[in-house]
């Protein structure tokens, strides 16, 4: 068994021994609170709705962020995608993706919306700077963020939580005792939960 699947194995399975770590997980919640209240959100000068998760791990991101891509195009707006750009290593950021990129340079997942969507897809760990290369170079109108949950440096009109419908919180604690981002009773303050 990989330590992966350890984890989640204690996460899914409340391990007792977890309950080790919670010094460390009130900590976790602590600067998680600290960051939400005094960053200050500012506006890339386009509507943004925000697809994320609470909990670490897969949750049905990506094809939903190709789901809402999809709807907002046939709606005539001009769709732009930020991500992270997990897992690549681009010469600079932000960085413009297209359906050619390697995903060594944009990592997997962008490459992925990229290709599927045909929509411009920008990544840098600073989704703000994505966002506003979308809008001032490829002139879009919509911004949709890729696992942008707790980026909150970038200003968002709508915020949609997945929720994996098999795993659900695990065993509802912040990491490092449970596979939360977030507290549980932040899914009361976003905009859409959907559970998959």
């Known amino acids: 068994m990989s330590l992966e699947q350890r984890i989640n194995a204690a996460w899914y399975g409340r391990a007792r021994w977890l309950l080790l770590l919670l010094p460390l997980t009130y900590l976790f919640r602590c600067i998680a609170a600290l960051r939400r209240h005094f960053i200050s959100p500012q506006s890339c000068g386009a509507p943004v709705i925000v697809v994320g998760n609470i909990s670490v791990g897969g949750s049905g991101k990506t094809p939903a962020v190709l789901a809402l891509a999809d709807f907002c195009r046939d709606r005539g707006y001009r769709v732009g995608i930020v991500s992270r750009g997990y ?25 992925l919306i990229a290709r599927r969507s045909g929509l411009p897809v920008a990544v840098a760990p600073d989704r703000l700077a994505a966002a506003k290369l979308l809008v001032e170079h490829q002139q879009c109108n919509l911004i949709i963020g890729d696992d942008g949950l707790q980026h909150y440096r970038l200003a968002r009109d709508i915020e949609v939580l997945l929720i994996d419908g098999e795993r659900g919180f695990g065993n509802g604690f912040c990491l ?14 976003v905009d859409l939960t959907i559970i998959n």
């Open 87 to 111: 897992g690549g290593q681009a010469p600079h950021y932000p960085y413009l993706l297209d359906e050619t990129t390697d995903p060594s340079i944009g990592g997997d997942e962008p490459c």
């Open 176 to 189: 490092p005792v449970g596979p939360l981002r977030e507290p549980i009773s932040r899914a009361s303050s």
